[in-house]
């Protein structure tokens, strides 16, 4: 998996547990951000606090990332990724990316 450090690494590498720069094992927190009827509907995995990646419930799917402080979707929708950065809270939202990403 390619990550904040543009490596293509195995998942292996990333999660391990032996304090290398590589690995987010210690930081790593996965959340699922339910719509407004409780339906799960997004799986975040963040490490750093404001670095990761969004998938679709369930899937491999990729729907977005976060990364700079902000979410970025695959398909640009301003309501849906406000939501999501409000989902994700204030780590999240540290340098929210500009309308349309």
């Known amino acids: 998996m390619r990550g904040y450090d543009e490596q293509d690494l195995h998942a292996e590498a990333r999660l391990a547990d032996d304090n290398s720069e590589e690995s987010v094992r210690g930081s790593l927190e996965i ?3 339910a719509d407004e009827d ?3 509907r997004y799986d975040a995995f963040t490490y750093f ?3 990761g ?3 679709l419930t369930g899937t ?3 729907a977005g990332w ?4 902000g979410v970025v979707l695959a398909t640009p ?3 849906l990724r406000i939501a999501l950065d409000v989902a994700l809270g204030p780590r999240a939202r540290m340098a929210t990316p ?3 990403s």
């Open 31 to 33: 959340r699922s951000i």
């Open 38 to 40: 409780g339906t799960p």
């Open 49 to 51: 606090g404001d670095a």
């Open 53 to 55: 990646a969004l998938f």
């Open 60 to 62: 491999t799917e990729e």
């Open 66 to 69: 976060v990364g700079q402080g």
């Open 77 to 79: 929708d301003d309501a």
């Open 98 to 100: 500009p309308a349309g």
